[in-house]
Nanobody, 129 residues
Framework: QVQLVESGGGLVQPGGSLRLSCVVSGFTLDYYAIGWFRQAPGKEHEGVSCISMSDGTTYYADSVKGRFTISRDKAKNTVYLQMNSLKPEDTAVYYC??????????????????????WGQGTQVTVSS
């Protein structure tokens, strides 16, 4: 069965960095996207960043542009989220998920939680001094 496993979360001081990993297994389609979402206590899921596994095109939320970088390693079925210049408001549980049949991410793409079909269990990121 399809599994997504996140890792790399933890406690970091403001201004610090973390790299999250999402390993996908049990999945053989060529065209899909991997998205990172986050959910802070009492808030809705927020789509943070996404990448097309076929052509590498990306999406970033305005709140993380210039600080976060998403990348993929197709051979390892792994997606990474490099998070720099972290702020206390980045504190949340971070989830990765699959959006099926996505060939490319264009300028109009917006990650909607209900369009993502498979989810990982989440990893906690806490930014605090």
């Amino acid at each position: 069965q399809v599994q997504l496993v996140e890792s790399g979360g933890g406690l970091v001081q403001p201004g610090g960095s973390l790299r999250l990993s999402c390993v996908v297994s049990g999945f053989t389609l060529d065209y899909y996207a991997i998205g990172w979402f986050r959910q802070a206590p009492g808030k809705e899921h927020e789509g943070v960043s996404c990448i097309s596994m076929s052509d590498g095109t990306t999406y970033y939320a305005d709140s993380v542009k210039g600080r976060f970088t998403i990348s993929r390693d197709k051979a390892k079925n792994t997606v990474y989220l490099q998070m720099n210049s972290l702020k206390p408001e980045d504190t949340a549980v971070y989830y990765c998920a699959i959006d099926l049949l996505v060939v490319s991410i264009g300028a109009a793409y917006y990650p909607l939680r209900d369009e993502y079909d498979y989810w990982g269990q989440g990893t906690q990121v806490t930014v605090s001094s």
